[in-house]
């Protein structure tokens, strides 16, 4: 992914007002985010413990969702399975992250919903630069890093193809 502005970000929402985008927390530390390791951009807003963002470049375009999300505690013995990463992860280590559609469809509340590793450090997990928290794991697997990160970029396209439909 390429590195952003936070100009670039607050322009990228397609599912909130300019007004939201505007208000919104934008990353403090962008200049040092790994930009080589990154499918996505992806962070919750500090004031708000219900709500995440997370902005993806496709196709030379960049597509930014706001998130919201349960905050709610589960049990630390069950484990949850993130969509995008395949990772695992304890109690409350992955969400269902829910994002309004965007145009009409999300102003008639028309939503959809994805179960999503809570830090959102998705592309970190599968390249191995981070390691799950307490009891969580990444599954041994036959697919390259290549392959698997093409497949967690799949899943995520998929999930912003929801947004316009």
Not at 140 to 158: C, D, G, K, P
Request: proline share 4%.
């Amino acid at each position: 992914m390429r590195s952003l502005t936070e100009r670039d970000i607050r322009t990228s929402f397609v599912n909130c007002s300019k007004g939201e985008a505007g208000r919104l927390t934008v990353p403090r530390d962008l200049a040092d985010s790994p930009w080589d390791d990154l499918d996505f951009l992806g962070w919750r807003e500090p004031g708000a413990p219900d709500r995440s963002y997370l902005v993806a470049e496709r196709e030379d375009r960049l597509i930014g969702v706001a998130l919201r999300y349960p905050g709610r505690q589960r049990s630390y013995l069950h484990r949850n399975l993130c969509s995008l990463c395949l990772t695992t992860h304890p109690g409350n280590g992955v969400s269902l992250m829910t994002a309004r559609k965007a145009g009409a469809a999300g102003r008639q509340g028309n939503s959809a919903g994805l179960y999503i590793c809570t830090d959102l450090a998705c592309s970190l997990y599968v390249r191995g630069k981070r390691v799950p928290e307490a009891a969580g794991a990444r599954m041994e697997e036959s697919l390259s890093v290549e392959e698997q990160i093409a497949r967690t970029r799949s899943h995520l396209f998929a999930f912003l193809d929801k947004l316009f439909v």
